[in-house]
Nanobody, 119 residues
Framework: QVQLVESGGGLVQAGGSLRLSCAAS????????MGWARQAPGKQRELVAG???????NYADSVKGRFTISRDNAKNTVYLQMNSLKTEDTAVYYCYSNILRGTTMTGYWGQGTQVTVSS
């Protein structure tokens, strides 16, 4: 069984920074792409950032230049460094991971971590 656990959320003032972490545990053969999505109250979930197994990042236009995604394959962990935070970034942030077991690729989501940016 695979689990993803997010950490690092919290309350921060506009212009501040937070670093989110997501660690995958369980029976894992190989992790493909990993990333982050977010959902604000009353809004649809949106993809924020993703990173391939080779380390190629992709970002939503709304966070380009402010957020940086990275991964540590040895630790099965993905990170999201969030700088210059805006009130619009307030949301629950969810980690995702596509994990290969045998010949089957399965997507997993974490339970989410709250990020609140105050003005």
């Amino acid at each position: 069984q695979v689990q993803l656990v997010e950490s690092g959320g919290g309350l921060v003032q506009a212009g501040g920074s937070l670093r989110l972490s997501c660690a995958a545990s369980g029976k894992i053969f190989s992790i493909n792409n990993m990333g982050w999505a977010r959902q604000a109250p009353g809004k649809q979930r949106e993809l924020v950032a993703g990173i391939s197994s080779g380390g190629t990042p992709n970002y939503a236009d709304s966070v380009k230049g402010r957020f940086t995604i990275s991964r540590d394959n040895a630790k099965n962990t993905v990170y999201l460094q969030m700088n210059s935070l805006k009130t619009e970034d307030t949301a629950v942030y969810y980690c995702y991971s596509n994990i290969l077991r045998g010949t089957t690729m399965t997507g997993y989501w974490g339970q989410g971590t709250q990020v609140t940016v105050s003005s």
